[in-house]
């Protein structure tokens, strides 16, 4: 019966989703970036005479990883904010109260929707990663090396932000929770240049603050590990200065001790939401 209730509640969330304006808004914003992109890489290719093979390779992933960075943040905009919504609204509507008066835990009512919103986010980086890859090989013949694994980084990423979405919204507003979750966000990512512009010039003051930054809030980490993916290996070989500090350069692979930091965040903080979510008055 929990089973089929979660099932049921996330085929619930992924309706829900697809019907409130968010989505017409994501999909406007991909579609202009993709856009965008399609015109900065025709524009790549066809300036590109009197470079070498590594050097053009070097712009594609550098320009690559700046698009997949815009995607990566129109997916934390849609997830925080379809996020909040989720619990907070239906609480503040009553909605909660009519469905849970039924014989449903609460629970698998807020497992469900987790559940519907993370296929969301990762249907969403899925469509739209793979719509930017087909473009870059269109326009300036690159290929990522790794795609899979690096649309799988950036749905753990999306899954860590909506995640921490339904933890703020068991305790603030619906709106309040999605720009508490984007902020956090940004100011990681902002926490994760410092730390790489630190490890560049071996300050080890702020390399830690990158490193606190990334274990308090995995998105960027999650993300590092999605650039170093989408990126050609050998770049780091005849390139190594220009990945010293570059914000859309990674010269690492994520170690697999922090993919699965990642796993144990995510439930610890979905296990907090679910008992912030017990304890709620509705």
């Known amino acids: 019966m929990t089973v089929r209730t979660i099932v049921t509640v ?152 909506l995640t921490l979405g339904l933890l703020l919204s068991t305790t603030i507003s619906p709106m309040a929770s999605g720009i508490v979750a984007v902020g956090l966000f940004g100011a990681t990512w902002i926490a994760g240049v410092v730390g790489a512009v630190g490890e560049a010039l071996h300050n080890e003051s702020m390399e830690r603050v990158g490193s606190v930054s990334r274990m308090l809030l995995p998105t960027d980490g999650l993300w590092r590990g999605a650039m170093n993916a989408f990126q050609d290996p050998a770049l780091l070989t005849q390139f190594h200065e220009a990945f010293e500090g570059h914000p859309f350069l990674s010269a690492s692979a994520l170690a697999p001790a922090y993919v699965a930091w990642a796993a144990v965040w995510i439930a610890l903080v979905l296990g907090l939401a679910g008992l912030a979510w017990q304890r709620r008055d509705l």
């Open 10 to 161: 996330a085929a619930l969330t992924l309706q829900e989703a697809a019907r409130r304006k968010v989505l017409r808004s994501l999909a406007v914003l991909t579609a202009l970036l993709l856009g965008l992109s399609a015109w900065g890489f025709s524009r790549i290719g066809s300036e590109m005479d009197g470079v070498t093979s590594g050097e053009a390779r070097l712009a594609a992933a550098m320009v690559l990883n700046l698009v997949m960075f815009g995607l990566s943040l129109i997916a934390a905009l849609g997830t925080a904010f379809l996020a909040g919504p989720t619990l907070a609204g239906e609480a503040e509507s009553g909605t909660a109260l009519a469905v849970l008066a039924r014989p449903v835990r609460r629970s698998a009512v807020l497992l469900g929707k987790w559940l519907g919103l993370v296929l969301f986010g990762t249907g969403f980086v899925t469509v739209a990663g793979l719509a930017q890859f087909l473009i870059v090989r269109a326009t300036a013949g690159y290929w990522p090396p790794r795609p899979v694994e690096g649309l799988a980084l950036l749905a753990a990423q999306a899954a860590v932000l």
